[in-house]
Nanobody
Framework: QVQVVESGGGLVQPGESLRLSCVAS????????MGWYRQAPGKERELVAG???????NYRDSVKGRFTISRDNAKNTVYLQLSSLKVEDTAVYYC??????????????WGQGTQVTVSS
């Protein structure tokens, strides 16, 4: 089985920073793309940032220049550095990993989410 677990969320004030981590574990060959998504109350889940295995990144416009995604392939881990946080960044942040299993099968796995709350 495969597990994806996020950590690092919390309550911060506007302008502060947080670092989220997501680690994948279990029986698999490798991980392709990894990404961070978020879902605010009453809204749909949206892609925040993504990163390929070779390190190419993409961000939604509203977080460009404030958030940084990175990964450590040796540790099967992806990070999201959140800086200059705004109230509108408040959401549950989810990690998704494209897991490559035996025979080349690729499936997306979600973590359980970690709450980020930005409030004064």
């Amino acid at each position: 089985q495969v597990q994806v677990v996020e950590s690092g969320g919390g309550l911060v004030q506007p302008g502060e920073s947080l670092r989220l981590s997501c680690v994948a574990s279990g029986n698999f060959v490798s991980i392709n793309d990894m990404g961070w998504y978020r879902q605010a109350p009453g809204k749909e889940r949206e892609l925040v940032a993504g990163i390929t295995r070779d390190g190419s990144t993409n961000y939604r416009d509203s977080v460009k220049g404030r958030f940084t995604i990175s990964r450590d392939n040796a540790k099967n881990t992806v990070y999201l550095q959140l800086s200059s946080l705004k109230v509108e960044d408040t959401a549950v942040y989810y990690c998704n990993a494209a897991i490559v299993r035996r025979w080349g099968r690729v499936s997306g796995y979600w973590g359980q989410g970690t709450q980020v709350t930005v409030s004064s």
